[in-house]
Nanobody, 126 residues
């Protein structure tokens, strides 16, 4: 049974950093693209970034700033999301999700993803 479990969320002060983890089990990890999404209070869920089995990445939010960085460790069946210079507007529930994908450039469009974790709360506040 395919399972995704997020961890690493918490309360952080503005300007701080967090590293979120998404631990995957029950499937051939390198045959799936993994994406990160977030949902702020009162807002729709939005895409952040994705990473394919080849390690190629696509970033939607903060592309080019280096604030959000996605990476994967196949030996640990895990994908990470490094969150830097966090601001109160980054508060929300962060989800990882997966879809079967053997290509290079994954999609960050939510409609492709059919497996979801339960989410981890990130709160940025002083």
């Amino acid at each position: 049974q395919l399972q995704l479990v997020e961890s690493g969320g918490g309360l952080v002060q503005p300007g701080g950093s967090l590293r979120l983890s998404c631990a995957a089990s029950g499937f051939s990890f390198d045959s799936y693209a993994i994406g990160w999404f977030r949902q702020a209070p009162g807002k729709e869920r939005e895409e952040i970034a994705c990473i394919s089995g080849t390690g190629a990445t696509a970033t939607v939010i903060e592309s080019g700033t280096g604030r959000f960085i996605i990476s994967r460790d196949d030996a640990k069946n895990s994908v990470y999301l490094q969150l830097n210079s966090l601001q109160p507007e980054d508060t929300g529930v962060y989800y990882c999700a997966a879809y079967s994908f053997l290509g290079s450039i994954c999609s960050v469009s939510e409609e492709h993803y059919n497996y979801w974790g339960q989410g981890t709360q990130v709160t940025v506040s002083s």
